[in-house]
């Protein structure tokens, strides 16, 4: 798959994040960030993080080291925090925008995590996160429980492993769909040869280029029959074709199809 992938872990450093009776997101959010990236690249996803330890890095630069990275999609890691301890608890997830594949992935994963035991809290849309805000490509926060409900606490130490599967395979499934659309619109390329309004003419330039090797084919194209040579997948390959067929005198175009 050639999909990039970057792994944020929120906070870091002097920036503890939430924190609950000695327990630190920033920790936890570390913890599951490369969890999960490291499911990702034994699954032959290329993937990144912007933290690897212990340190602070701004939203800014974390949005810059994935745009400078050509990021294909961006998740961040966090646990939301109530006022009062154990008043609140569950999943959510933030999007800049709906209607994308940033959505869609926000939902997938909110509801594979509310099959292992999490509250689903939804997905949410703010535009003043900044690492929502200045990202180039689709990007998700997720907020996986919150660090000051013991509930939450407990599901994440003792499904830890559940939820590193839930969130890599929301996301694997992302990118299998993106990899199919994406060779469904793929265009493809052909060499046209010549273009007859007789079709016995062209038939006759089939006969010729077949007897010199090619696997020309005949195509109805607008009231007109084409000759037609190969199905390239990118425009070089085939120039590449087109120029040996044009050293055999033959006059070329190239179509796309």
């Known amino acids: 798959m050639d999909t990039k992938i970057y792994i944020d872990a929120g906070h870091g450093g002097y920036d ?31 993937t990144d993080f912007t933290r690897e330890r212990d340190v602070y890095q701004s939203p800014s630069e974390k949005a810059q080291m994935a745009n400078e990275g050509d990021a294909d999609l961006f998740i961040s890691f966090h646990r939301s925090s109530s006022p009062v301890p154990n008043t609140n608890d569950g999943v959510e997830a933030y999007v800049y925008d709906t209607g994308g594949i940033n959505e869609e992935l926000a939902k997938n994963i909110n509801a594979n995590l509310e099959k292992i ?15 929502l805000k200045k990202t180039n490509m689709p990007a ?10 013991d509930k939450d606490n407990r599901e994440f130490d003792a499904k830890f ?56 084919m005949l195509e109805p194209m607008g009231g007109y029959y084409a000759v037609l040579i190969g199905n390239y997948p990118s425009i070089a390959a085939a120039e590449k074709e087109e120029e040996q067929i044009q050293n055999m005198g033959y006059e070329t175009i190239i179509i796309e199809r």
């Open 161 to 216: 492993d559940q939820i590193v599967n839930a969130i890599s395979d929301a996301i694997i499934g992302i990118v299998d769909q993106e990899s199919e659309q994406k060779e469904e619109n793929t265009p493809e390329y052909a060499i046209q040869v010549g273009l007859f309004k007789n079709q016995a003419n062209a038939a006759a330039l089939i006969e010729d280029l077949q007897t010199s090797g090619y696997d020309a």
């Open 16 to 46: 503890n994040g939430a924190t609950y009776n000695g327990r630190k997101e920033k920790d936890d959010n570390l913890r599951l960030a490369l969890a999960v990236g490291n499911s990702l690249r034994q699954k032959g996803i290329d």
């Open 140 to 149: 998700v926060l997720l907020d996986i429980g919150y660090v000051n409900a």
């Open 117 to 131: 035991g999490f509250k689903n809290n939804g997905v949410r849309v703010n535009k003043n996160l900044t690492i």
